[in-house]
């Protein structure tokens, strides 16, 4: 393995290292967030540094007391990291009203969690139109203002600055997808996908020039995914690596996938010329959606159908938070398309307070025996 | 050359022993705390039972859930697969396989040629397994393989609302404290099972006819309860617990060409 991705994949066991060093030698303030439509350049601007709260894999203690057991082991074991101190390092959160779980979760943590700066982002639910993209307009500008006020100055120019470094990073992301859907041997998905989620807890500029490192590296085929059978994955935050570890140990590798802490995470550019809020406006509207909003004249299972295509991935597996409710009501859906296009998937759900990866194994076997034709 | 199939399961191991196309031996023991263990017993006990030796097997393909702990296999299949394959040998009409073993309940829709075409598995619970019913006829002082005939007898069946297993027997426990009669609790229970196995089949396209096997197949008051539920009569092949075995020796027989 070269060296930076090595470097990377170090970090992967405690994902916040890198964001406590980064405050120990700047002083800077570090903001958590859980949503891919949160709008980091203008943390960044602001000369903070954005993290991303994916939940973490425990046996919870403090969070019970605080949430119904209907909700997701996101919310669950991201609210424990905040009770038990383990996010102590953080200056402030930034939620967006997606679920019903997070609009609540939310509620639930500014007064309990109490970290200094709390701020709820409510973006539209239904992201067409001019009236949408107006409202949508007036919000980002809003928080642009609360970030200001709590965190540090936002000027245009730094503005300016950090979306060019966003957009040169999800460049860099769309290539390594890129490079992985010509050849998945250059790295394995569970590499992949964390050089993804780990854009969210590095400080930008220097996550590009650790990506540019690894994407210079990259010398060829390792021959790794010989013989894999290409699988496209989808679902909300994916951070299961053992559980991907193990989708490669059985034969598949996944060459891209609609996660928001994969694809959807890195797709559309905002604009660089024109007013920067209304361009982080247009990005958010224009990147894969997610099932929490709505988008009337895109139909979200054909593009996926398109991708899966593209990506030559001959097997589908939905991956799931139990009681993810958005995600399980576009699923039937989008599984009636994948079963008339003859692609063969699976539906999986887990829960990061009991995962068990065995327990997974004989049905990601049983997917690629189908594929296989048995 | 004869080929073989062995499925380790949760609760017993079988071996399956074919030579063109027919079953020369077979097997069945206890899984217990050891399944690389269990498979080799499985596999000796078949190999006895048709007089052949090791060496002259062609091919030995493993399923089940123990299936990576055996140190014999040529091959490693899911018990899926199977089963799938083992149902279409039987019954070619089977389009649906409902396999409830030791500790999985599954459903998988097939093709006229045996081949998977979707599936659904239980998660994380064990209701409309071998492992309930076994704690449900602790609970009723019943011998297992009492419940399904037990069963039968009963003219209004015991509502059983839950159907995780701990709060199924502590509702069990107070039908019995109300007085009702063990006949009607076991026959609710079997009507709990099939509730669950229904509303996790229909996840996927249930076509008749439809086939059942594992261990509890042998239940004839789960089985009883599942055709109601599901409005169609069930299949029971004569060996339901050999299924996936003999799935297994049948891709075996395959993978040779030995097959016929």
């Known amino acids: 393995m070269d060296d930076a991705l090595a470097r990377m994949m170090e970090l992967r066991d405690d994902p916040f290292q890198w964001a406590r060093g980064w405050k120990e030698r700047t002083g800077s303030k570090v903001l958590g967030f859980f949503c891919g439509y949160v709008p980091e350049e203008i943390i960044h601007a602001a000369g903070a540094l954005p993290v991303r709260i994916t939940g973490d894999n425990r046996v919870t203690s403090k969070s019970g007391a605080h949430l119904q057991s209907y909700c997701c082991s996101l919310a669950r074991t991201s609210l424990d990291m905040a009770l038990t101190g383990d996010l102590d390092f953080l200056d402030g959160t930034v939620f967006v009203h997606t679920c019903d779980t997070m609009q609540r979760l939310s509620d639930i943590w500014r007064l309990n969690a109490c970290f200094p700066f709390h701020v709820d982002l409510v973006l539209p639910v239904r992201f067409e139109g001019e009236a949408a993209l107006e409202y949508m307009r007036l919000e980002l500008a809003n928080f642009r203002k609360k970030v200001e006020e709590n965190i540090g100055p936002v000027t245009d120019a730094a503005l300016s600055e950090s979306i060019k470094l966003y957009n040169r990073n999800r460049e860099l992301l769309a290539e390594l997808y890129e490079l992985r859907r010509e050849d998945p041997g250059i790295m394995s998905s569970d590499q992949a996908l964390w050089l993804v989620a780990s854009s969210a807890l590095i400080e930008k500029s220097e996550h590009n020039v650790l990506l540019e490192e690894v994407l210079e590296g990259l010398g060829g085929s390792s021959g790794q995914s010989d013989g894999k059978v290409r699988l496209f994955a989808a679902g909300s935050v994916m951070d299961q690596y053992d559980f991907l570890k193990m989708v490669e140990e059985v034969g598949g590798t996944i060459v891209d996938d609609d996660f928001c802490t994969g694809h959807r995470y890195f797709d559309a550019q905002v604009p660089e010329d024109g007013d920067p809020i209304e361009g982080i406006a247009r990005r958010l509207a224009d990147r894969g959606s997610c099932p929490c909003k709505y988008l009337p004249s895109r139909d979200r299972a054909g593009r996926l159908l398109d991708r899966i295509e593209k990506s030559g991935a001959r097997g589908a597996i939905f991956f799931q938070f139990k009681f993810c409710d958005p995600h399980s009501f576009d699923y039937p859906y989008i599984k009636k398309a994948l079963d008339e296009a003859g692609i063969p998937s699976l539906h999986l759900e887990i829960e990061h307070d009991s995962v068990s990866v065995e327990q997974l194994r004989t049905r990601v076997e049983a997917l690629l025996e189908i594929v296989r034709g048995n | ?260």
Do not use: W
């Open chain 2, 1 to 260: 050359m004869p080929v073989t199939g062995v499925d380790i399961g949760s609760l017993t191991a079988k071996a399956v022993i074919l030579d063109g196309g027919k079953i020369i031996g077979k097997s069945l023991v206890m899984t217990g705390h050891n399944s690389r263990v269990a498979g080799r017993k499985a596999l000796d006990l078949a190999l006895l039972d048709a007089g052949v030796e090791e060496g002259g097997l062609e091919r030995i393909i493993v399923t089940g859930y123990g299936r990576h702990s055996a140190d014999f296999s040529s091959e490693n299949i899911t018990e899926i697969t199977c089963h799938a394959r083992g149902a279409r040998a039987t019954h070619p009409e089977a389009r649906t396989v409902i396999d409830l073993g030791g500790q999985d309940s599954k459903a998988i829709a097939i093709d006229e040629n045996g081949r998977v075409v979707d599936f659904v598995m239980n998660d994380k619970c064990a209701a409309g397994t071998g492992r309930f019913l076994e704690v449900m006829a602790g609970a009723l002082e019943v011998e297992l393989d009492d419940l399904g005939g037990i069963s039968l007898r009963s003219e209004s069946p015991a509502p059983v609302s839950s159907t995780c297993t701990v709060f199924a027997e502590s509702e069990v426990v107070s039908r019995v404290a109300e007085g009702v009669s063990k006949v009607d609790i076991i026959a609710g229970i079997h009507q709990a099972i099939a509730s669950r196995i229904y509303a996790m089949s229909v996840r996927i396209p249930v076509n008749e006819r439809i086939i059942i096997t594992g261990g509890v197949a042998r239940n004839i008051g789960v089985v009883r309860a599942l055709e109601k539920r599901f409005e169609t009569e069930i299949i029971v092949p004569e060996m339901p617990q050999h299924i996936g075995a003999l799935g297994a020796a049948l891709i075996a027989a395959e993978r040779t060409g030995s097959e016929n």
